[in-house]
């Protein structure tokens, strides 16, 4: 990638970092100040590499990953769902037996960012294979204004 290529994925990752801190407004339990007026997207990003990690529907089709990748720009949708602030973070997938592309429910509760459930697209990158790809579901989708079809859509 080149350098202009670069800067110019770095600054809307960064973008895209501010969009969804400012979109879930304060934290709970009445820490004011600049540090604890908008979550950090490290915190919920870690939650959620480590649930696609312990789900074992995708180790099961791809083996363990190896990479884990959070997709820029747009990995990253906030807002509000029943369960309180809410998360989607789109992630890029690889194993050793395949590669495939996720996205996590993320909620922050009391005290952190708890994922919830999460919908992958795993295909096996044997070239003998030939199952399509796979849909992959673990715990439950919060409702959220985020339709059904445009996660499926964004998986494929």
């Not at 979109?23 to 959620?48: K, Q, V």
């Not at 074992?56 to 949708?77: H, M, N, Q, R, Y």
């Not at 922050?108 to 070239?127: L, Q, Y």
């Amino acid at each position: 990638m080149g350098e202009r290529a670069g800067r110019i994925r770095a600054a809307l990752l960064c973008a895209t970092i501010a969009l969804a801190a400012t979109a879930c407004g304060p934290t709970h339990g009445g820490a004011t100040g600049p540090a604890a007026s908008t979550p950090t997207l490290d915190e919920a990003d870690a939650a959620a590499r480590g649930y696609l990690d312990a789900v074992p529907e995708i180790s099961d089709e791809i083996g363990k990953l190896t990479k884990v990748e959070l997709a820029s720009p747009g990995g990253v949708w906030s807002g509000h769902s029943a369960d309180g602030d809410t998360m989607i973070l789109t992630y890029r997938l690889k194993g050793p037996r395949g590669a495939g592309k996720a996205k996590v429910w993320v909620v922050r509760g009391e005290i952190a960012w708890t994922p919830v459930g999460c919908r992958a697209r795993v295909r096996s990158s044997d070239p003998k294979s030939p199952a399509p790809a796979k849909t992959v579901r673990a715990g439950r989708e919060p409702e959220t204004t985020v339709s059904s079809d445009d996660v499926d859509r964004d998986l494929l």
